[in-house]
């Protein structure tokens, strides 16, 4: 049983009640503390290849820092770190205040960036330009993401002596070819990390299964994946066909009317989504024997879901820090169960 965290205190809470690795790092959170959401801004406001990596240059050290704090709480145990993922205009500064430092930051004005942000506005962002849609295209990206992993983990592994192997996660894949191009870009960054680190570090770079697609053609993906976590959260509005954030609006007359008993964001839907599970672990695993597959999406606490999940194979769950408890419950019930 692993845990879903994003700062040292969840990790921290976690392994107190028992986690064993970190499964999910969101790392866009990390962007909201303190200022650190103005460089990131900038990034988003960015129009050259130029500018973008300015910024993100300013991004690498906290980022970095951030990790290396996560790996000092996991202890050598697995971190899981997966990349950028939000549709990137839910950062854009809304108040004018904020526009306004902004536009003066770089240099532009107040126009220019209003522009900018409504440019960004997508009809359906939950289907738009997220996930690794980022690192496709902006590849500078992903580049700062994976030096600031590299960096992070050979300083504590030197530092500590723990046995650190990074685990670089690849959000939002649809397609072998999408998961390739972002692959060579980290393994292109984390080679010359180790070489300018003196260093034979060793990493796994795998990715999310989230959509449909990736799950129907998951032996193609395992062709370049080294690990499979499955986004319930996404893999459940998409297979059903209704918003993660909206569905609350309607379910209810769906519970009533008998249609479904529990809500499929809460329970894994065993019928559909779980069939979409099962079978992208026996494609994927036909293709790379020993593929590790896990779960991150919030079904990963779920006590019936977790069953399911060591029915179909998954290596491990991962949940919030405080359903670890419980999970870890579950986990040992249905061990016993299936024996
Ligand atoms: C998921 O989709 O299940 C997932 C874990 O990612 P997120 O909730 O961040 O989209
Ligand atoms: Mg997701």
Redesign the pocket.
């Known amino acids: 049983v692993r845990t879903?965290a994003d700062t040292p205190r969840d990790a921290a809470k976690a392994r107190e009640l028992g986690a064993e690795g970190i499964g999910?790092c969101?790392t866009e959170h990390m962007f909201f503390e303190g200022n650190r959401i103005d460089a990131f801004r900038e990034m988003i406001c960015s129009e050259t290849v130029e500018e973008r990596e300015a910024a993100l240059e300013k991004i690498l050290p906290e980022q970095q820092g951030d990790f290396e704090k996560l790996y000092e709480a996991l202890e050598g145990n697995p971190v899981t770190i997966?990349f950028l993922?939000?549709p990137l205009h839910e950062f854009v500064p809304t108040e004018e205040e904020d526009i306004k430092k902004l536009a003066d930051a770089q240099g532009k004005t107040v126009e220019q960036i209003k522009a900018i942000c409504d440019a960004l506005h997508e009809f359906n962002p939950m289907m738009g330009h997220r996930g690794c849609r980022l690192a496709v295209t902006y590849p500078e990206i992903a580049k700062m993401q994976t030096r600031a992993v590299m960096e992070a983990a050979i300083e504590v592994a030197e530092e500590k002596g723990y046995d650190i192997v990074p685990e670089i996660m690849i959000?939002l894949v649809g397609e072998k070819k999408e998961l390739k191009f972002v692959k060579d870009v980290v393994v292109e960054v984390a080679e010359q990390v180790k070489k300018e680190k003196n260093s034979d570090m060793q990493y796994h770079i795998g990715t999310?299964i989230?959509i449909p697609r990736a799950a129907l053609t998951a032996d193609k993906i395992a062709e370049e994946a080294e690990f499979f976590s499955?986004?319930?959260?996404?893999?459940t509005q998409m297979t059903f066909g209704f918003s993660r954030d909206d569905a609350g609006k309607f379910l209810d007359s769906y519970y009533k009317a008998k249609i479904y008993e529990s809500d499929p964001f809460a329970r894994l839907d065993q019928e559909g989504v779980g069939q979409l599970v099962k079978m992208a672990v026996e494609k994927g695993r036909a293709t790379r024997p020993n593929l590790k597959c896990g779960i991150?999406?919030?079904h990963g606490g779920d006590p019936s879901s977790v069953e399911f999940c060591h029915k179909v194979g998954l290596n491990y769950v991962s949940c919030s820090p405080f359903r670890v408890p419980i999970a870890r419950l579950a986990a040992a019930q249905a061990a016993l169960n299936n024996k």
Do not use: H, I, K, Q
């Not at 499955?230 to 893999?235: I, S």
């Open positions: 879903n999910l969101r997966r993922d939000p959000p999310m989230e499955f986004g319930t959260n996404d893999l991150c999406g919030e």
